[in-house]
């Protein structure tokens, strides 16, 4: 078998100035792009860093202990996020998500959580504060980002059969540990709403055609009944070193279809604009959605991309930009940020580089004519 070749460009070191808007801020501070899409969501990577080696992401034979990662000195601080954060929402953000790497590496992170929890949008309400991680960590975190304010967790797991599980990670990680932590996280009531339905907590599988594929119908029997949503993710052309392959890709039709075999589905409307994930609910026995068995989401940018709704912003590790989670370059904002810039210098570049904004890589790429001169940014670098 001939040796797999994987490219590999350090995005890191390419950036762009960012855009200056010449308009005034609107008077709603709701800005869209040149796709008329509004802002909404960032998400931000606090760390390049993580303990798995999932081949979609970070694959061993490149993420090895040679990889030059992020020295500390390059990272946003936490007062910069908590800087910029504040000025996002001022242009229309109401949800931030914490992601890496494995955002749970990040030493302190609570920290981070509780200066983020105290923003609050313009008419005096909390944000939607979540966070990403592969579950390692965080029986022992759990805790502490509850009562720094923490909202809700999305965990990734990409089987429940410990062979499967442990070559998808690529570290030999057991999967009663991912669990250990999703029982703790409803311990402390994460993802938790008011009546003691788990409904927030979210739990996320990648699924490659040939690899875990088999785990589908294990893992929705598993949490039907839990009362949690778990959504099942096509797996995607992100970055440049997870050796994508179309023939990999397990379309969510398909996933569906295997889903039926385990209990009746009914498809749900989306919770708000911009949802990336087409949700279905399972059925009790009066025929209705019973939230108490919960409710699986299908993530589709593969096969039906949703670019036209897209309301993201993605934060790098180390202070720049993204617009598109298959973007070549972001915007240097940290450079901007420790050379004095005013407040209303950095609205300015937020909001000047978001208007211009036109990406639609999925919607290209399903056209056959996604562009692949510029290789794209790893996910690891700017989070999923």
Known sequence: MAERVIPLVDQRLDARQPFFSQQPMPPSGLLS???GRTLHDLRISVTDRCNFRCSYCMPKEI????????????LLTFEEITRLARLFVHLGVRKIRLTGGEPLLRKNLEILVEQL??????DGGPL???????????????????????????????????????RMNDVDFPVTDVLDGIE?????????DDHGHPSGLKVNMVVKRGTNDNQIAPMARHFRGSGMALRFIEYMDVGNTNGWRMAE?????????????VGPLIQLSAQQPGETAQRWGWAGADGQHDPALGEIGLISSVTEAFCGDCNRARLSTE???????????????????????????????????????DDR????????????????????????
């Open 33 to 35: 792009d040149a796709r």
């Open 128 to 166: 939607d504060l979540t966070l990403t991680t592969n579950g390692s960590l965080l029986q022992r975190k759990a805790r502490a980002l509850k009562d720094a304010g923490l909202k809700r967790v999305t965990i990734s797991l990409d089987g429940l059969d410990d062979a499967v599980f442990k």
């Open 63 to 74: 993420f090895n202990s040679h990889h030059p990662y992020l020295p500390h000195g390059d």
């Open 249 to 261: 890709v397990m379309p969510s039709a398909q996933v569906l279809d295997t889903l039926r075999q």
């Open 117 to 122: 929890a105290q923003i609050r949008s313009p």
């Open 319 to 357: 202070g720049k930009l993204y617009l598109c989670l298959f973007a070549h370059q972001g915007y240097d904002l940290r450079a901007m940020l420790r050379d004095g810039s005013s407040d209303e210098r950095l609205l300015s570049a937020v909001a000047g580089t978001w208007t211009q904004r």
């Open 184 to 192: 703790a996280a409803l311990a402390v009531g994460l993802g938790v």
């Open 361 to 384: 890589y999925s919607e290209m790429r399903a056209q056959g004519v996604a562009p692949s001169e510029f290789p794209r940014v790893e996910m690891s670098y700017i989070g999923g």
